[in-house]
């Protein structure tokens, strides 16, 4: 488990998914963890995208203090679209609605939420990207759409983690790499990478965000602790 302080508050958004489920699970059994609040779209009618809902679903919180938000948020196919192949393949409207998903709704969580995020200790902020959002890592094209939305997630997180540094010393906003997970959706991309269950790869990201010093921010950091390029 991360290293905040003894009672530490969490939320996870996102947290009827796979991965939201496993961080919920593996956050709840934690016994130094003071709460555990949850969001999703499933329980809670929370649309990321939708600036009044985040806004209204923020002001729930109003008056506490959280030192652990994880956005667990996100999404390869859309409306039956998945990852474009090649160039010829991209449609302005499916490319429209991964920013709209993976980008624009996680930089709303941030606008509203972030507030919510205690000042006088160490805290986290940390939002799932995937390693295809990297520009330096991308040597084989394809997946357009999709990776420039979680590049776009990345520079979001870098952008807001310089002027959140000026307020909150001790907050760490952090984009997570999960790995390649055992879901259905991604069965058809695994190839021969190792997919893992949701709960191991929750368990992976939780012992790499516990491994970033206090303060430190701005972060692309992958589930095994290492740092991916942008």
């Known amino acids: 488990m991360t290293s905040l302080a003894e009672g530490y508050r969490a939320l996870v958004i996102g947290a009827s998914g796979g991965i939201g489920s496993a961080f919920c699970a593996a956050i709840g059994a934690d016994p130094r963890c003071g709460a555990l609040e949850t969001l999703s779209r499933r329980e809670d009618g929370i649309e990321i995208f939708d600036e009044a809902c985040v806004a209204q679903a923020a002001e729930r919180f109003a008056g506490h203090s959280f030192d652990l938000i994880l956005c667990a948020t996100g999404a390869l196919h859309i409306d039956g679209v998945g990852p474009e192949k090649?160039?010829?393949?991209?449609?302005?409207?499916?490319?429209?609605?991964?920013?709209?998903?993976n980008a624009i709704g996680p930089a709303l969580l941030l606008k509203h939420f972030l507030p919510l995020m205690a000042r006088d200790r160490r805290a986290i902020f940390a939002s799932l990207s995937a390693r295809v959002g990297s520009i330096g890592d991308n040597h084989i094209g394809?997946?357009?759409?999709?990776?420039?939305?979680?590049?776009?997630?990345?520079?979001?997180?870098?952008?807001?983690?310089?002027?959140?540094?000026?307020?909150?010393?001790?907050?760490?906003?952090?984009?997570?790499?999960?790995?390649?997970?055992?879901?259905?959706?991604?069965?058809?991309?695994?190839?021969?990478?190792?997919?893992?269950?949701?709960?191991?790869?929750?368990?992976?990201?939780?012992?790499?965000?516990?491994?970033?010093?206090?303060?430190?921010?701005?972060?692309?950091?992958?589930?095994?602790?290492?740092?991916?390029?942008?």
């Open 142 to 230: 394809g997946w357009m759409s999709y990776r420039s939305s979680k590049a776009a997630l990345n520079q979001i997180l870098r952008t807001a983690a310089i002027e959140a540094r000026r307020r909150s010393p001790l907050l760490s906003l952090v984009a997570l790499h999960p790995g390649t997970v055992a879901t259905p959706l991604s069965e058809p991309y695994a190839g021969s990478n190792r997919r893992v269950a949701a709960e191991e790869a929750a368990g992976n990201m939780l012992s790499a965000l516990n491994g970033i010093a206090e303060g430190e921010t701005g972060i692309f950091l992958a589930y095994d602790g290492s740092r991916i390029e942008w």
């Open 86 to 101: 090649t160039i010829r393949a991209l449609d302005p409207d499916a490319m429209a609605r991964q920013f709209s998903v």
